[in-house]
């Protein structure tokens, strides 16, 4: 198994630009986030789903949109990117209702210029 | 949900038992304790949860108090790979969803030789 696979690495984007974060698990998993992180700060959760077509807000949603067409796949969309969006992101999944023992991806390391 | 308090930083020696505090004193009775890690660079790893029994695995084991206001993560025998910074996390599922955690800035564990 991969676990939780996250594409691209790294990205650099120009202020104004779009892109797609892709996410995938492979664990059959329901439950499905994005984190982002900056420097000296936790994790802060952008959106999360609980079920293929089905997705909420988390903490800090603005500038982003994800879907969940499938229960494998989770990507998250920056619509018109800003530099503050410039961040470390990461998304995880988690068997059950609880999450108590999420997997995390390895991050996407994202610049804005 | 509860909020968690824990040290910025702390550090230890290698072999001995690095010991981490979190504050919880606003707990309710249906939430857990969770703890992760990050490790430089990568996602968080779950270590281990409870929610009033200590509880011990290979990575760690957890003690909460008998009130529930605070807990402690154990690592006895630390090593050079533990490193890293280590969350505290107090959540309950809200009604109707999952409940997603979310993480604060946690505590940065040096393990020195």
């Known amino acids: 198994n991969a676990g939780v696979t996250q594409t691209p690495k790294f990205q650099v984007l120009k202020t104004g630009q779009s892109m797609t974060l892709q996410c995938a698990q492979d664990m059959n998993h329901e439950y499905m986030s994005w984190y982002r992180q900056d420097p000296g700060m936790g994790l802060r959760l952008i959106h999360y789903s609980v079920g293929a077509g089905i997705t909420d807000q988390g903490e800090v949603p603005n500038g982003y949109n994800v879907s969940r067409s499938t229960t494998e796949d989770f990507p998250l969309r920056l619509l018109s990117a800003a530099p503050s969006q410039t961040s470390v992101y990461f998304c995880?999944?988690?068997?059950?209702?609880?999450?108590?023992?999420?997997?995390f991806g390895d991050g996407t390391r994202l610049s804005i210029l | 949900d509860a909020k968690t308090t824990q040290p910025t930083s702390m550090d230890c020696a290698e072999g001995r038992a690095a010991n981490l505090p979190c504050n919880h004193s606003t707990i309710s009775g249906n939430e857990y304790v969770y703890w992760y890690r990050q490790i430089h660079s990568q996602g968080p790893q779950y270590i281990i949860h409870g929610l009033k029994n200590n509880e011990t695995n290979e990575m760690a084991s957890l003690i909460i108090t008998e009130d529930r206001k605070s807990s402690t993560l154990i690592l006895p025998h630390a090593t050079l790979r533990d490193t890293a910074v280590y969350y505290c996390?107090?959540?309950?599922?809200?009604?109707?969803?999952?409940?997603?955690?979310?993480f604060g800035r946690g505590t940065s564990l040096i393990v020195h030789p």
């Open positions: 995880a999944s988690s068997q059950d209702r609880a999450n108590r023992a999420q997997h």
């Open positions: 996390i107090v959540r309950r599922a809200p009604s109707g969803g999952s409940y997603i955690p979310t």
